[in-house]
Nanobody, 122 residues
Framework: QVSLVESGGGLVQAGGSLTLSCAAS????????MAWFRQSPGKDREFVAL????????IYKDSVKGRFTISRDIPNNTVYLQMNSLKPEDTAVYYC???????????????WGQGTQVTVSS
């Protein structure tokens, strides 16, 4: 069992930055692939970024490449999403997720946090 708690969301102007954190507890954190997803009102939850448990390699949604960075701190069981050059279209609830499988679809992820709201004003 893995428990995930996100924090760091808020209101920011376009062009600004935010860093989201996801604190994990439970089973071996380093063994899991960790991902960030987001969901806007009326839309499906979509993949944003992933960091592989095996080698720390990363995958990003095309629209956030070069602006967002996913990283993790294994000793502190925390995953981060550094978001720069934020745009109004980045506004969403952001969720942290963990999986022992590697995939970009929500169906691969068994463990989810409660979400944190990010609002980018124009």
């Amino acid at each position: 069992q893995v428990s995930l708690v996100e924090s760091g969301g808020g209101l920011v102007q376009a062009g600004g930055s935010l860093t989201l954190s996801c604190a994990a507890s439970g089973r071996t954190f380093s063994a899991y692939n960790m991902a960030w997803f987001r969901q806007s009102p009326g839309k499906d939850r979509e993949f944003v970024a992933l960091i592989r448990g095996s080698d720390d390699s990363t995958i990003y949604k095309d629209s956030v490449k070069g602006r967002f960075t996913i990283s993790r701190d294994i000793p502190n069981n925390t995953v981060y999403l550094q978001m720069n050059s934020l745009k109004p279209e980045d506004t969403a609830v952001y969720y942290c997720a963990a999986s022992s499988n590697l995939g970009l679809s929500t169906t691969w992820y068994k463990y989810w946090g409660q979400g944190t709201q990010v609002t980018v004003s124009s």
